[in-house]
């Protein structure tokens, strides 16, 4: 795994802003109350959705995440980015722009802290956050024998205040 990360220049929990050109993805709304069985639910309709036509990234999910009432942050929707060069109507854009990032490695029940480190330094920064929060899993139970291997990148639009 140390390879991996040597190899894509990802260092955990690096912070920074970079310029990200625009990605094209296929998204599926988390139906309320946006626990895990609606995200399996709305990761089976994308799959579904994108093998017909598309040859989707599935290492490189996106969970977007939203507010919802008391209950926090949670799944909003999930999205597959995929290589196409063709319109089709299941097929949406993520803007490009300036995008605040954070490597959080460890298990998923420490992300709330890695969030608030990232807002952190968005503040200090002199920016910040204009649209949803997403985080790309890089590294996930499929390719670490340890929940402490987990590497998730957030990602943050940000504009300057």
């Not at 969970?63 to 799944?75: A, D, H, I, P, T």
């Amino acid at each position: 795994m140390a390879h991996l990360r040597a190899s894509a220049g990802i260092q955990p929990f690096e912070k920074g802003i970079r310029w990200m050109e625009a990605r094209q993805v296929v998204q599926e709304p988390v139906r309320f109350p946006h626990d895990l069985y609606a995200l399996e639910i709305a990761l089976k309709k994308i799959y579904r959705t994108s093998r017909q036509f598309l040859v989707p990234d599935i290492h490189g999910f996106l969970f977007v995440l939203g507010r919802e009432g008391k209950s926090g942050e949670n799944f909003a929707a999930v999205a597959i980015p995929v290589d196409h060069g063709g319109v089709h109507e299941a097929v949406t854009t993520i803007p490009a722009g300036n995008f605040a990032y954070y490597y959080h490695k460890g298990p998923y029940e420490t992300l709330d802290r890695s969030h608030s480190k990232l807002k952190t330094y968005i503040k200090k920064a002199g920016h910040r956050i204009s649209g949803p929060v997403m985080e790309r899993g890089l590294i996930s139970g499929l390719g670490a024998f340890s929940q402490r291997d987990y590497l998730v990148e957030i990602q943050a639009p940000v504009v300057p205040c």
